[in-house]
Structures are given as structure tokens and as C-alpha cells.
């Protein structure tokens, strides 16, 4: 089979490229936007568990993780409108991503880590969703969020203890 007959009912790659990204950008706008006035400041205050990663640290690894989120929805995007699951997998992608920028706003923004173990709590289970959606749309998909999931799960225990020493 040629390129042109697998492809087809697919998404043009320039509009995926574009919603994918503009989603995901967005939501690392709205999460920095939140994040980066608190940090020196409020958070800088708190009482953080031994295991708390330097600030330094979580930029190159939000970075890494919103390039594979963005590459991951890309591809269950670019999947012909027809296959079983890819509506359920956009939907579940899209509830997850407005809970990681949520997450931003209720730790960082609202300053309350205990809004933000609930918000992290639902963040986690969203990420869980959207994998096994993806995964009836496009293995390597699913599998680029795996790295989130680690990360989101770390990021959930550290907010526990966060909430807890505070």
C-alpha cells in the first residue's frame, strides 16, 4: 500500500502539527504563567521534602515531556478519522492537558498544595485514560505519555509531601 491509500480520511500533517502544538503550548503557557511568579517567592518558603528536585531540574524535564505530548497527540490526530477510538483518545488528551495547566494554576497560582493533590490526583488518572486510549490508536503514541505518567506520579508525591511539611 502506498503512503497516499494509508493515509487517507488522515488529518493534514500541517493541521495536526498546528493543533497539537497550539494545545500543548498553551498549556505550558498557562502553567508558567502560574508557576514563575511563585517560585522565588511563595514556594521558595515552603518546607520540601529531601527528594525535592532543584528548580533548575523541572524546566528541561517539562520541556522534554510537553515535546512528547505534543508528537504523541500529532499522531493519534493524524490517524484516519475512521479509526475505532481516536475521537475517545482526542477527548481524553484534551481533558488531561486542561488538568496539567489546572495543576499550575492550583499549586502555584491559588498558592495551595492541597488543591493541587486533588487537581494531580485527577491529572494522573486523565494521563492513565489518555494512554490506554492512545493505545487503540497508536502504540508508539501511548508510549511517548509513559514518561509523563512517571513524572506526574513523582510530581504527585511530592506534592503529598509538600502538603504535608506545610
Avoid at 514563575?36 to 521534602?49: D, H, V
Amino acid at each position: 500500500m502506498t503512503t497516499e491509500v494509508l493515509n487517507r480520511g488522515a488529518m493534514p500533517a500541517w493541521k495536526a502539527g498546528l493543533i497539537a502544538l497550539a494545545l500543548v503550548v498553551a498549556a505550558s503557557l498557562i502553567g508558567a504563567a502560574a508557576t514563575m511568579p511563585a517560585i522565588p517567592t511563595w514556594y521558595a518558603g515552603l518546607n520540601k521534602p529531601s527528594f525535592n528536585p532543584p528548580n533548575w531540574l523541572f524546566g528541561p524535564v517539562w520541556t522534554a515531556l510537553y515535546a512528547m505530548m505534543a508528537y504523541a497527540f500529532y499522531r493519534v490526530l493524524r490517524a484516519p478519522a475512521t479509526t475505532p477510538g481516536r475521537g475517545a483518545a482526542i477527548a481524553a488528551f484534551v481533558a488531561q492537558i486542561v488538568l496539567n495547566a489546572l495543576w499550575s494554576v492550583a499549586f502555584f497560582g491559588l498558592k495551595s498544595p492541597a488543591l493541587g493533590l486533588l487537581v494531580i490526583a485527577a491529572l494522573w488518572l486523565a494521563i492513565a485514560a489518555t494512554i490506554a486510549a492512545f493505545r487503540r490508536v497508536d502504540g508508539v503514541a501511548a508510549w511517548l505519555l509513559a514518561p509523563y505518567l512517571a513524572w506526574v506520579s513523582f510530581a504527585a508525591i511530592l506534592n503529598a509531601a509538600i502538603w504535608r511539611l506545610n
